[in-house]
């Protein structure tokens, strides 16, 4: 299974907020179990785009030299999400310091509400992570740096007469 939540970036406001977005596919391996008859993606998983959303703003409020790790998730859901939606994932950065970050985030499929959440990111120091993951980049790897470098694509350029 992959771990990768987000298909892609729509927009990166740094230190502001982030829109990513999530087609919900029959190819999905978790529809043919869940639920037999009655394919919804599972709530876990929309948290996990919100959380890895989030988690790509915070990251890049510290140009990546932090180890920004999922602390706590209080959620909502207003309804299931089916096969041929697709989410947007819209995720807001409330609070940001040395100790971590509060992010503000919301699955839509159009404009119907699907969840909302309130995220806990940690920042954790060396010491505290396992040997193999002492690196402050070890969670924007692989199919993350990806959509990494999508994220910051979708940075808005200035309006033309400004300098930035």
């Excluded at 978790?30 to 993606?41: E, I, K, L, Q, R």
């Amino acid at each position: 299974m992959r771990w990768t939540w987000i298909d892609r970036f729509l927009r990166l406001e740094p230190g502001r907020r982030a829109i990513a977005v999530k087609n919900l596919s029959w190819a999905e391996d978790y529809f043919a179990d869940h639920f037999p008859g009655y394919p919804v993606m599972p709530a876990s998983l929309i948290l996990e785009g919100l959380a890895q959303t989030g988690g790509i703003l915070v990251g890049h409020a510290h140009n990546f030299q932090k180890n920004v790790v999922l602390a706590k998730i209080t959620a909502h859901f207003q309804r299931e999400a089916h096969p041929g939606e697709q989410l947007t994932y819209q995720a807001e950065l409330l609070d940001l310091s040395e100790a971590g970050a509060r992010v503000r985030g919301t699955a839509h499929s159009g404009q119907e509400l699907i969840a909302e959440a309130d995220i806990m990111f940690a920042h954790v120091g060396r010491e505290q992570l396992p040997p193999e993951l002492d690196d402050p980049q070890f969670v924007f790897r692989g199919e993350l740096a990806h959509l990494l470098r999508q994220a910051e694509s979708a940075i808005p350029s200035p309006p033309s007469g400004t300098s930035s």
